[in-house]
């Protein structure tokens, strides 16, 4: 069975492509295009990184080639302008770079990315040093995980825990990554516990619950 990934060092990728402080705008351009990555990180001395360029900082150089922005746009846009005039990754990169450690939850990562609105992120360790990079997608690969497997995990860790003398009792079946339960069990109060447990699951997209009581809960 395929162990659950709660960790960023369970789905990154750990090939990366990157480029020094002095790269040329022309190189960056061309890893990007033969690597089919939307953004490189920008390393010093032994590989520490300091920085990410990405499609979006390379972009204003097209974006004003031909236009002549008027002072108020000039003013609203420095940034950007001033990315247009720039030739070297140290000139374009974002930096400090957003980065996450491998040891961070799956969760973790995609908190960061969604504040950050960033689509990858550079794994370091604590020197700052590269080890991969994780991307939206590898934070989705999750949920490829097989039915089954998700359905050994839910018995084992959640339906085992809650319902000790009664998880023969539990129905549990896995489809396409939403778990209905089902089946009699001592306590509703358990339902709520059980349903936010394995939601936190790896790989569960959704959790329905059709158990019966034999016992009322209170209130």
């Not at 002095?22 to 690597?35: H, L, N, P, Y």
């Not at 979006?56 to 002549?68: G, I, T």
């Not at 794994?123 to 989705?140: A, K, P, Y």
């Amino acid at each position: 069975m395929s162990e659950t990934p709660h960790q960023v060092s369970d789905v990154m990728t750990r090939t990366v492509v990157a480029v020094g402080r002095d790269a040329s705008f022309k190189e960056m351009v061309r890893t990007i295009g033969q690597w089919r990555v939307s953004a490189i990180p920008v390393l010093e001395g032994e590989g520490r990184v300091v920085g990410v360029v990405s499609e979006a900082d390379l972009l204003p150089k097209e974006e004003f080639r031909d236009s002549d922005p008027d002072r108020l746009e000039q003013l609203r846009r420095l940034p950007d302008l001033a990315k247009a005039g720039a030739v070297t990754a140290e000139e374009l990169m974002s930096a400090p770079a957003v980065t996450v450690h491998a040891d961070a939850t799956l969760a973790e990562a995609a908190r960061i990315m969604a504040v950050r609105r960033v689509k990858r992120l550079p794994v370091v360790d604590s020197e700052g040093m590269l080890q991969g990079i994780v991307s939206r997608g590898d934070l989705l690969k999750v949920f490829l995980r097989p039915d089954e497997d998700i359905e050994e995990e839910v018995r084992r860790t959640v339906i085992s825990y809650l319902f000790p003398g009664v998880s023969h009792a539990v129905h549990v079946r896995v489809e396409e990554g939403v778990v209905t339960l089902g089946g009699q069990i001592p306590n509703a109060a358990m339902i709520p516990v059980a349903a936010r447990l394995i939601r936190a699951v790896e790989g569960v997209v959704d959790v329905e619950c059709h158990f019966t009581s034999a016992r009322r809960a209170d209130g």
